[in-house]
């Protein structure tokens, strides 16, 4: 495509999606951008959905090519609204050193083998003080992605965050007679709750990132992008990253956070910018993307490819059962699932008040957004 010139703009993350909003509804916005996993209900109305025809890219052959979440999110009334560059999960960050010291011989692949690790790192002084904290989980607002990790938990215990048609919030309601949802928002809170045999962090702990790398903590959950990040705080530090725990092995689940690449509605080259992208993930395109930026891929064949890295191993693979779920405002979202953390840990709601005082506001949020 001789005739075609790439103009590339980049943005902080913190002025991304303000600065796009913008420049669409000026009419300044660009052919293409980057297009976050949860944005489909919030900007679908921005993005243009790929042609269709026979030189086209089908659903099928999209569900051939990519794991089965960057689907569930990125297609919508059997029309494709954005192309994968990778797709990211949650993953269990340990560090080997206080492990070993604990005699743990490998990291929880069950919560509850998780929970044994906690109770055998966490050390307490006299005074009840965390002095050696096993895991960064319980809080919402010093653990990086704390959201992610209650909701991937909610996820994993067969909670249905919508309802079918996805109209409604539902997570606050029992599955087979069963309140899932009370029990993983308890499961979560209590490793901040002194009073609870696995109470290993609390509101004056270090950021989870750097109580990590400091070596405060000794595990913590988070994407594969803070490799590198922890490499860059802390060059000695002997970590190593586990798939997350699960609640049931035989149907591993875990929570995915990833963008993807769309077209602007008012693009006047959208079907250049859509052959752009379809080369840009393709095989090809994504090795050399993936390659550069050091991600998990999202396509099948190069899933298969990152198995055995050793980095970006446990994610690729992990993308094959990651999970997602219908979000009508993820920035929103992420303050009320916070308010909802706090609401427990501070002693303003019990969790069935905290979980359905959740529910209210997103189904509230969800009204305005109609």
Do not use: C
Not at 162 to 176: C, H
Not at 227 to 253: C, T
């Amino acid at each position: 495509n001789p005739n075609v010139k790439i103009v590339y703009r980049k943005l902080t993350y913190e002025d991304y999606e303000r600065s796009l909003v913008d420049a669409l509804a000026a009419g300044a916005g660009p052919d293409i951008l980057m297009f976050h996993n949860t944005w489909l209900p919030k900007h679908g109305g921005k993005i243009a959905a790929m042609p269709e025809g026979e030189t086209w890219m089908t659903v099928r052959d999209f569900q051939q090519q990519f794991v089965d979440v960057a689907a569930q999110d990125l297609v919508y009334a059997n029309r494709i609204y954005a192309l994968p560059l990778y797709v990211d999960t949650l993953a269990l960050y340990y560090n080997k050193d206080i492990l070993n010291n604990a005699g743990i011989t490998r990291p929880a692949q069950t919560w509850e083998e998780f929970n044994s690790d906690v109770e055998t790192i966490t050390r307490l002084d006299g005074s009840g003080n965390i002095i050696q904290s096993a895991a960064a989980i319980g809080t919402a607002r010093n653990i990086n992605r704390s959201t992610d990790i209650l909701i991937g938990l909610m996820i994993q215990s067969g909670v249905r965050m919508m309802s079918a048609e996805n109209s409604e919030p539902t997570f606050s309601r029992p599955v087979n007679n069963t309140a899932v949802g009370e029990i993983a928002l308890k499961y979560y809170t209590d490793f901040a709750n002194p009073s609870v045999r696995t109470y290993t962090w609390n509101d004056a702990q270090h950021y989870s990132i750097d109580a990590f790398a400091e070596g405060k903590t000794a595990m913590m959950f988070n994407y594969s992008h803070q490799i590198p990040v922890l490499r860059a705080k802390a060059a000695r530090l002997n970590f190593g990253v586990a798939p997350i725990p699960q609640v049931s092995p035989n149907d591993a689940k875990t929570y995915a956070n990833y963008w993807a690449v769309a077209v602007s509605n008012r693009s006047q080259f959208a079907d250049n910018a859509w052959r752009f992208l379809i080369h840009l993930t393709s095989k090809d395109g994504s090795s050399s993307y993936l390659n550069a930026t050091l991600r998990p891929a999202a396509r099948r064949d190069l899933v298969e490819l990152q198995r055995n890295d050793l980095d970006l191993g446990v994610f690729a693979v992990q993308a094959l059962s990651a999970r997602s779920w219908f979000q009508i405002d993820n920035t929103a979202l992420e303050s009320i699932f916070a308010d909802m953390i706090e609401d427990v840990n501070f002693g303003r709601a019990n969790v069935r008040e905290a979980l359905q005082s959740a529910e209210t506001r997103v189904s509230v949020l969800m009204s305005r957004n109609r």
